[in-house]
């Protein structure tokens, strides 16, 4: 991602803007102003438990960061920088991604149960634990990213790259998988029942005891990857 020109937000200047959508928020938008934050360099800050819900920001630079248990919910952002952020326990519910670089963070813990995602990049991210339930995501990047435990159920999936991923223990059931590409991914005890499947690639993969169980899948489209163990419908 293109690196850009932001402002240093001053301590003292941002503690207004969030009292001020604090009160947007808790007057239902009729006292305060809802904050949109655009072009701000809030990168190696320490905003523990930091309440943004429902704000706007745009092109801000969270890279470093302490966003553990921020409230993101429903939240829109477009253009900003995470890099090595860490985010563990934010809720992002129901927020709106696009174009976000979230490189290398630490979501572990995080819930993005319904929220919508495109053309975001998540390489080497850390989703241990992480909830996606329900969520859209199209043109993702989760290459080489630690998938341990995360729950990705009824979620809709379309362009996105898990390729070299780590993917333990994951529940992906009832989730909608178009153009997926998990090559060379290692996928262990994970749950895919219910799922459905389009032009998923599963290339060098090494899949131990995943479930297959009610999909549109067959071991036919796995010739090229290393399996056992695994569980499928059809022969």
């Known amino acids: 991602m293109k690196e850009k020109t932001r402002k240093k937000l001053p301590p003292d200047e941002l503690e207004h803007v969030l009292g001020d959508h604090r009160r947007w928020l808790e007057s239902g938008g009729t006292h305060g102003r809802r904050a949109n934050l655009r ?7 320490d905003l523990f438990g930091v309440v943004l819900k429902m704000a706007v920001l745009n ?4 890279s470093h960061a302490n966003l553990r248990t921020a409230n993101l919910k ?3 952002l477009h253009g900003c920088r995470f890099h090595q952020a860490h985010m563990q326990w934010s809720i992002l519910k129901g927020a709106t991604l696009q174009n976000n670089d979230l490189t290398e963070a630490n979501l572990q813990f995080c ?9 975001d990049d998540f ?11 329900k969520a859209v995501l199209r043109s993702v990047n989760l290459t080489d990213t630690n998938l341990r435990f995360s729950t990705w159920s009824s979620s ?3 362009l996105i790259k898990f390729t070299a991923s780590t993917i333990q223990l994951a529940d992906f059931t009832s989730a909608t998988l178009r153009k997926v590409d998990f090559r060379k991914a290692h996928l262990f005890n994970t749950d895919f029942s219910g799922s459905d499947f389009s032009e998923v ?28 163990e695994c569980t499928f419908d059809r022969y």
């Open 111 to 119: 819930d993005f149960s319904d929220s919508s995602m495109s053309d």
């Open 59 to 62: 092109d801000i630079d969270f």
């Open 156 to 158: 809709e999936l379309s």
């Open 123 to 133: 390489a080497g991210a850390f989703f241990h634990n992480a909830y996606l339930g």
């Open 39 to 45: 072009c701000c360099d809030l990168s190696n800050r």
């Open 201 to 228: 690639d599963f290339t060098a993969a090494r899949l131990e005891n995943v479930n297959f169980h009610n999909t549109n899948l067959d071991r036919t489209l796995f010739q090229e990857a290393h399996w056992r």
């Open 74 to 76: 429903q939240a829109e």
